[in-house]
């Protein structure tokens, strides 16, 4: 087991690590998430699946924001390969900083704008300064 277990994190296998570890740790709090939800459902006597009266969305949600979150999602999967990990990431840390920051009626406010450019070169440049010279594991 102890051989098994070495032989599988070995640097060649490194990127298998953080899925597997980060799916099981899902993976445990779906299983509470269910179980929390089943007493619950017992407690007040109602079904487990429930689907009546149930709106996905709550009413007046933000649809900019979930909306452009999506579509800055879609485009940085798209822009990871053309612009690598670091630039990609400085762009769209930034934007979806901007897009969280955005108050009804205004459109950018030159502070939160700066703050924003702040942490996404502070971020995306300390994650990569960790993985790659600390680590030394290569991000795509």
């Known amino acids: 087991m102890q051989q098994m277990l070495r032989e599988w994190l070995k640097i060649r296998n490194m990127h ?8 099981t740790i899902c993976g445990i709090l779906l299983v509470i998430i269910l179980i929390q939800r089943a ?7 109602t079904p487990f699946i ?3 009266g149930y709106h996905f969305f709550r009413e ?11 579509i800055l ?4 999967i798209i822009c990871l ?4 990990f670091a630039w990609a990431s400085v ?3 930034f934007l979806f900083n901007v897009l969280f920051e955005m108050k009804p009626g205004k459109l950018f406010e030159a502070k939160s704008v700066l703050i924003s450019a702040v942490i996404a070169l502070a971020g995306s440049w300390g994650v990569w300064y960790l993985f790659f010279k600390v ?6």
């Open 73 to 76: 999602f879609v485009l940085y």
């Open 50 to 52: 429930n689907f009546k």
């Open 60 to 70: 007046n949600y933000d649809k900019v924001k979930l909306w452009g979150s999506v």
């Open 91 to 93: 762009i769209f840390i």
């Open 16 to 23: 298998f690590f953080f899925p597997y570890l980060i799916g």
């Open 81 to 84: 390969p053309i612009l690598h």
């Open 39 to 45: 007493i619950k459902c017992k407690k007040e006597g």
């Open 135 to 140: 680590f030394n594991i290569t991000l795509p």
